[in-house]
């Protein structure tokens, strides 16, 4: 990519910033997790201007961008809390799920 075109495309990125903060924040659902979906998908938006095709706008990319970080951080909070999960979660949760009877036999059998 030239020097020019670099320069341009971050001189638009700079144009659609505070759109793609608030983006990010409504897509955290709050301030802090905002933030942190901002932050990286600032970082994967810069490093990848190089690779902006031009197929779509630059606010559709980066904010398509934006939604995989969500999505990215949200599969990394999930595997964070089923490591942190006691081991009889899953004991327990499997318990609550079975028939009423439990699959029980009576005396008789």
């Known amino acids: 990519m030239e020097a020019d075109q670099r320069r341009e495309l971050e001189n638009a990125w700079q144009a ?17 997790r905002g933030d942190e979906i901002l932050q990286r998908a600032t970082v994967r938006i810069v490093r990848s201007l190089a690779g902006y095709r031009g197929e ?11 939604q995989h970080e969500r999505d990215r951080l ?21 318990l609550e799920a079975r028939p009423a009877d439990g699959g029980a036999r009576s005396c008789g059998q």
């Open 16 to 32: 659609i910033a505070p759109q793609i903060a608030l983006l990010c924040r409504r897509l955290g659902g709050s301030a802090d």
């Open 74 to 94: 949200f599969v990394q909070e999930m595997t964070e809390s089923r490591r942190r999960a006691p081991a009889g979660a899953e004991a327990l949760a499997e």
């Open 56 to 66: 779509a706008s630059l606010m559709t990319w980066a904010s398509a961008i934006a």
